[in-house]
């Protein structure tokens, strides 16, 4: 906190990025393969208003072959039981993206 006792936004996101796979997060978005996702983290006060909400985009990684790719299919399950947001949307499948940003060349 600054001497204000104003949280700088910086703050925020550290506190979502510690948090953001562990609790109050919800998918707001992912393709069926499960490669490419954005999930939704909401911070409250103890007065119950909404202080921060936080957005994070995010992939699975093949370091090696540097292209995002499907998790593995145990991390999936597990990915897919995440409470999903009422307006959820569906994401095309890295392939489709792929695909998708090919033919628009």
Known sequence: MDINGHLANTAYLDLAADVRMALTYAVISMSPDGARFVVENEIWTEGGQRAATIRSTG???????R?????????????QQVP???????????REAIQSNTSER
């Open 59 to 65: 992939g699975w990684l093949d370091l090696r072959a």
């Open 84 to 94: 999903r947001a009422p307006h959820f949307v569906e994401l095309p499948s890295s």
């Open 67 to 79: 292209k995002l790719v499907a998790p593995p299919a145990e991390l999936l399950a597990a990915f």
